[in-house]
Every structure is written in C-alpha cells, then in structure tokens.
C-alpha cells in the first residue's frame, strides 16, 4: 500500500481523493491545503488536513506526494518533495517550461524517486487499444491524429479564479484540457517537431482566452490537429487515421465522471464496427500504476522523455499563441 499526500484539495483534489477511496494500492494519509475551508471539505469525510507541504513531507508515514496544485507551484514543490525523499505523482502540466521541467525531473532523478503525471486518458481502455493498434500496424501508417476536448466547466468560476489567469494559466484551453490531447498525441507519433497555434477570447470574459486550435508536426511525419474550447457543452473526440483503416473514440460523458465510449474503426475494404466500452475509474488506474512503479512491480507507462516532450510542446504551443508564428518545439 502506498501512502500518500494529496497536495490541493480545490475541485480535482477532491476528486483525486474520492477516486482512490476503494484503491487497494494506494492510500491518502493527509490532504494538505492552506484555506482552511478546502481542508474541512475534504475533513468531513475523514481525511486528515495540514495546512502546509513541510508538515507532509516531514511526515515518515507519507511515500508519495500527489500535486494537485496550480501548474506554476508544481516545480519548487516536486524539487522539495525530492529533497525529503518523496516519489512524486504531478497533476497536469507538469510544468509550463522546458528548463523549469528539468529542474524538476534532475532533482527527482538525484533523488532516485518515481515520478507520474495526470495524463489519466491514456489508461482509458479504448485509447489503450487504439495504441495498440498503431503499434501494430492494424491502421496502416498512422498518418493523423485529430482531438477535441470541450467543456464549459470553467464559466461556473468565479473570474479571480486562478484557472482564468493570464498569468498563473496561460493558454487557458491548452492547460484546462488541450494538454491531454497533446499528449495522446506525443504517445501515437513521438517526439514533436513544429507547432501553430490560434487562441481567442470569443465568448466569455477570459482573460486566458476561450478556443484554442493546435496542428503539431512530429519528427516521423505525423500531424495532430487539436482543438480546446472553455464555452461549449462538452465534447471528446480522438481519431487516428491511417493508411489501412482509422480509429475514432467519442467520450459519451466528460471523463471526472465516465459513462463510456462509442469507438468506431473502419478498415479499407470493410464496413466500419461500432463497439461500446464500459466506464473505466481511468483516474485511479493511473495513480494505481504509479503506485505499482514505487513497489517495484512495474514500469510505469509514461516515460520521462514523453514528460519532457509534453512539456516543451506547451511551451512552444504558448510562444505560437504569442507570435502567431510557427515554432519549433
């Protein structure tokens, strides 16, 4: 069992706790939050509170910590996390710059602890077959990704709310849920080489901007075309097309809380088939493998390369935003 520290428990920390409550790998010990009315959230259903990250890590009882906190505190906390001794499970992004990254992963590599990141879509079942299915060729030469990953969660917050800040949230469709689509993305075709981007402030007030649209380029050839939108009802959408056949997955729901996935895979000369796929607790599942990489039972999926990737296609996706131009990742 791996004990755990939940750091912020705002809207996905509470999350992250509700979905590891019948975990059998991993256990929250405490759930650190300064505010103190995060903290009696998260206490009236019997999790113990501390209102800072030293007390955590200063915790012997406490393996891992689990980041849940705004993406600019991500870095000092995991360099503190392995100071103590702490594996360390980051929320999405793991950072918004590429030499604050790896400042991150060489204290955590020093530190010889493990490292995981909230990229929880990629332990979806229909997203693990269709990786599976262009690792195999089953597609043919994978030649496009395409994605959308929609909501209108955000317009609930109120406007001082950090995730609608220019500063602390920059590209604020690309962190809030177009980060995931870049990282499928990275996990069919590699490294990226080159990114456009377009951001615009269409229908709300956000000062971080509303609708964003991303086309990457990867070393191997492929190309991803990638939209996130903060003020429409959400839609999910991953679509690989290949030479011999594609493979789309439509999100039935937004998946905080999954009702399943209609997956349609068409093969030249065939007619398409259409599969339903269950709910999966694709949350849990992630911190259960981390957890499994910490005991020494397995690798854990995503590698540090893809980590450090992800990250520099956010930075280059943010410079594109700013100059309009196509830029080099």
């Known amino acids: 069992m791996l004990e755990v520290a939940v750091v912020g428990l705002g809207w996905w920390g509470q999350n992250v706790i509700g979905a590891l409550a019948d975990s059998d ?3 929250v010990r405490v759930g650190v939050d300064p505010d103190p009315h995060s903290r009696e959230r998260v206490e009236r259903h019997g999790t113990r509170t501390v209102a800072d990250l030293d007390a955590a890590l200063a915790d012997a009882g406490v393996d891992a910590v689990v980041l849940c906190t705004p993406h600019r505190l991500h870095v000092d906390q995991m360099v ?16 918004d710059s590429a030499s604050e990254a790896d400042r991150a992963l060489e204290a955590l590599s020093t530190a010889g602890v493990r490292v995981g990141i909230g990229h929880e879509r990629r332990f979806e079942p229909a ?13 043919g030469v994978p030649l ?23 500063e602390h949230a920059p590209v604020g469709p690309l962190s809030a849920t177009g980060i995931h689509l870049v990282d499928l993305a ?13 951001l615009a402030t269409r229908a ?7 609708t964003l649209t991303i086309t990457l380029t990867f070393v191997g050839g492929g190309t991803a075309v990638i ?22 997955i439509r999100d039935r729901s937004h998946p905080e809380s999954p009702s399943g996935w209609d997956v349609t895979t068409h093969h030249r000369g065939g007619t398409p088939e259409v599969r339903f796929f269950p709910p999966h607790p694709s949350v849990r599942a992630n911190l259960e493998a981390f957890a499994r990489s910490v005991l020494g039972e397995a690798d854990y999926p995503v590698t540090l390369e893809e980590i450090r990737s992800n990250v520099r296609a ?10 309009g131009a196509i830029e080099t990742v």
Do not use: Y
Request: hydrophobic residues 45%; charged residues 20%; aromatic residues 12%.
């Open 25 to 27: 790998l991993v256990r």
């Open 80 to 95: 503190a996390a392995a100071a103590a001794g702490k594996h360390v499970f980051c929320e999405k992004p793991f950072s």
């Open 127 to 139: 997203v693990q077959e269709l990786r599976e299915r262009v690792r195999s060729g089953d597609l």
């Open 144 to 166: 496009v990704f395409e994605g959308n990953f929609s909501q209108d969660k955000f317009l609930a917050l109120p406007p001082d709310n950090w995730r609608l800040s220019r």
């Open 186 to 198: 990275i996990s069919v075709f590699g490294a990226p080489a080159t990114v456009w981007a377009q």
């Open 204 to 210: 709300t007030g956000f000062a971080n901007g509303d």
């Open 227 to 248: 939209n996130a939108v903060l003020t429409t009802p959400f839609i999910g959408r991953v679509c690989v097309v290949g030479s011999q056949g594609w493979m789309e």
């Open 314 to 323: 956010f930075a280059a996706i943010t410079r594109s935003v700013e100059t």
